[in-house]
């Protein structure tokens, strides 16, 4: 009995796992973080109290949702964008880490 084959497929299998694509919801996620971690930049949200703060910033998001760049990203994300990008834009501590986890 061949004892390497099986290791093979499931070393194969977990290879296709990792480059298999982000969801629609890991899109979502993943844009959503972005953006409010960028979301006031410009508009000066770290004066702000932290808990307006957050509002403003989920405010921000709400509002870029709306925008229709935000599909197209969305759109291409879901094509683009392997689970192994995601995860790592998911434990990006700031925008330019997210941002190397794509490019």
């Known amino acids: 009995m061949n004892r390497g084959l099986p290791i093979a497929l499931t070393v194969s299998s977990l290879v296709l796992a ?5 969801s629609r919801a890991e899109c979502t996620e993943m844009l959503d973080k972005y953006v409010f971690m960028t979301a006031g930049g410009e508009s000066g949200f770290a004066d702000l109290p932290a808990e307006l703060a957050t509002a403003a910033r989920l405010s921000e998001l709400a509002l870029r949702k709306t925008d229709t760049r935000y599909a197209r990203v969305q759109q291409q994300c879901e094509a683009e964008i392997t689970r192994r990008e995601y995860r790592c834009a998911m434990k990006a501590p700031s925008p330019e880490t997210w941002q190397a986890c794509i490019d």
């Open 18 to 22: 990792c480059d298999a694509k982000a």
